[in-house]
């Protein structure tokens, strides 16, 4: 069986059932852990374009900080995600259900680029 390439995800494998599972992540899985033991605080969320793309970068400071920023943007999100991730067995489906595609951060793939293209356009 052929390895896949995470670089390279199409714009129809961002639906809804990726809307859902992010929503799942974010609300019911992470968050209540996330407001128990951190003050989160949001600051600027007025200042997200409606009904445009964006891009968020945000600085990581944590494992969780995906989950954080879905849930300062109140969006579902494509994430970039640095492509060993996607070698662990256990976490692969998990993040390729969040809607993430792989960033190779030793030699950037032109597939990464488009990808990223792509999705800002949809």
């Known amino acids: 069986m052929a390895k896949r390439n995470y670089a390279k995800r199409e714009t ?3 639906n809804f059932l990726t809307e859902v599972f992010q929503w799942i992540a974010v609300w019911i899985l992470t968050m209540p852990y996330i407001f128990l033991c951190n003050k989160v605080k949001v600051i ?6 409606k009904g445009k793309s964006f891009l968020v970068a945000p600085t990581h400071s944590g494992y969780l900080d995906p989950i954080v920023t879905s849930y300062a943007t109140l969006r579902p999100i494509a994430y ?5 991730l996607y070698n662990v067995k256990w976490l692969c489906p998990i993040i390729v259900a969040l809607g993430t595609f792989a960033v190779n951060r030793n030699k950037l793939e032109i597939a990464s680029i488009r990808t990223a293209q792509a999705i800002m356009k949809t």
């Open 12 to 14: 129809k494998e961002y």
């Open 80 to 84: 970039m995600a640095k492509a060993e």
């Open 44 to 49: 600027g969320r007025e200042n997200i374009p």
